[in-house]
């Protein structure tokens, strides 16, 4: 555990409640109920150490928060900013992707400075450079400022999600870490609940320019007070930075997990981010209001499956089952939702994309998995470099199935089926083969010995 300089602030307590500690050999019927008693024994760990829950966890939740909300925002503003600037597919394909675009490139120096300097000092600075692109975005008048205010927004928010993953390795023990991973993606996943019902009634109300100089205060706001509230953190001791991150990317065993991780998640990001709401419109046939009650029902599975997920990976976790058995089971329920939704098979809309939404929240899976693959001197570089893969095929996806879908012609104002159904269809080819690759045996995935201590 880091020591603080702050004295007031306590490393997180290993105590656990009675049902947690005999929850081994419980049996299969009784596991919701073993559920429960994980999270009831949790929330007795946040009530013993509330200095830490308010000062570390609850800021860094705040800071995840506005990155959802950013993220999916232009879901539902896509269509207001289509008919004032008269912007296509491909234009809105690049204005929502061109956030992953500097977000990813920001991923691998953010890991370095997270381990080197500590979450509070570099999620506060970068939130202050997302306020400055969201009111770069409220004032624009043209797509290229658009675009320019999008990306800084997309850089301020990039070590939102590392910062605090970083955060939870540093001062909690490893046993609660996915659940904590899942708490904290299901309480920020509630910024992209904000970004559908209630972003549209603000959006009718003050209009999007007046929303997004809201967005850029309520930022500021927060990078405040993750510097003025949130500990310092001793600094990380010893490890090159070069030798760190070879370490990570020499690792056969990250090689199997990311592109799977990326391909899914990558996916389950540009789709809730922008394509959702267009199908919902084009295909689907369903006018605003319908579009944007899907939107906040996959809010609510997105926030839903963080929990669920977090819980999950800690019972399998005690019963000698790792995170990435989950992983696979998520990712192939993924696939098949997807071709449910290219066939248009007869299921209920809601519940296909409730399914596509959760599995953006399957990074709790994949940074539990790195969590045990690298030390947590390593934390923020791992996080770092797998967040790369996640957000690279986020933006990939945004941008090329709007590229994609541009090849066709509108009707009546809208695209036809077939040029969703393709880029769709495109990109399940990818996640296929990630699965294959993630579902081999591979003998050689244990790291060996001789490299490992050669890197260290």
């Not at 400075?113 to 997302?130: E, F, K, M, W």
């Not at 927004?153 to 990039?158: K, M, Q, R, Y």
């Not at 159904?421 to 495109?426: E, K, N, V």
């Amino acid at each position: 555990m880091a020591a603080f300089q702050d004295g007031s602030a306590v490393p997180f307590t290993e105590s656990a409640s009675d049902g947690d500690r005999g929850e081994t050999a419980v049996a299969p019927q009784r596991s919701a109920r073993a559920g429960f008693a994980a999270v009831r024994g949790l929330a007795n760990d946040l009530v013993e150490n509330r200095s830490l829950i308010l000062r570390v966890f609850l800021p860094f939740v705040a800071g995840y928060y506005i990155a959802y909300l950013f993220r999916t925002i232009n879901a539902v503003l896509a269509a207001p900013l289509a008919m004032e600037l008269g912007l296509g597919a491909d234009d809105l394909g690049l204005l929502t992707s061109v956030y992953f675009l500097t977000f990813a490139a920001a991923q691998i120096p953010i890991g370095i400075l997270l381990d080197h300097y500590g979450p509070r000092r570099i999620q506060s600075a970068l939130l202050l450079v997302a306020a400055g692109g969201s009111a770069l975005f409220a004032v624009s008048d043209n797509f290229w400022l658009l675009l320019v205010g999008r990306a800084l927004i997309g850089l301020g928010v990039a070590s939102a999600l590392t910062a605090g993953l970083k955060a939870l390795v540093l001062w909690f023990p490893g046993d609660r870490v996915p659940l904590l991973n899942g708490l904290m993606v299901m309480l920020g996943a509630l910024g992209a609940v904000t970004a559908t019902l209630p972003a549209d009634f603000l959006l009718t109300w003050i209009g999007w320019r007046e929303l997004f100089v809201l967005f850029a205060a309520l930022t500021f706001a927060c990078a405040i007070m993750i510097y003025l509230v949130v500990p310092e953190a001793a600094p990380a001791e010893g490890r090159p930075v070069k030798a760190g991150l070879r370490q990570v990317y020499a690792d056969p065993r990250f090689w199997r997990v990311a592109p799977l991780s990326a391909a899914c998640i990558g996916t389950a990001w540009a789709l809730q981010g922008l394509w959702a709401a267009q199908w919902l419109a084009d295909v689907e046939g369903l006018d605003r209001a319908g579009v944007v009650e899907h939107l906040f029902a996959m809010a609510i599975a997105l926030s839903l499956g963080a929990i669920l997920l977090g819980v999950a990976a800690g019972r399998l976790r005690r019963r000698g089952v790792g995170p990435e058995v989950l992983l696979g089971l998520v990712a192939a329920i993924f696939i098949a939702a997807q071709f449910v939704l290219i066939l248009r098979l007869p299921f209920p809309s809601y519940l296909q994309w409730a399914v596509v939404a959760a599995v953006g929240a399957a990074t709790v899976l994949s940074f539990a998995i790195l969590a045990e693959y690298f030390p947590k001197e390593l934390a923020g570089r791992a996080n770092g470099a797998l967040n790369l893969f996640h957000i690279a095929a986020a933006f990939t996806v945004q941008y090329v199935t709007g590229v994609v879908i541009q090849q066709w012609a509108p009707e009546a104002g809208h695209y036809p089926e077939i040029a969703y159904q393709t880029a769709f269809a495109l990109n399940l080819v990818l996640q296929i083969a990630a699965w294959i690759w993630f579902a081999l045996p591979r003998a050689f995935l244990r790291r060996p010995t001789v490299s490992a201590a050669r890197l260290s």
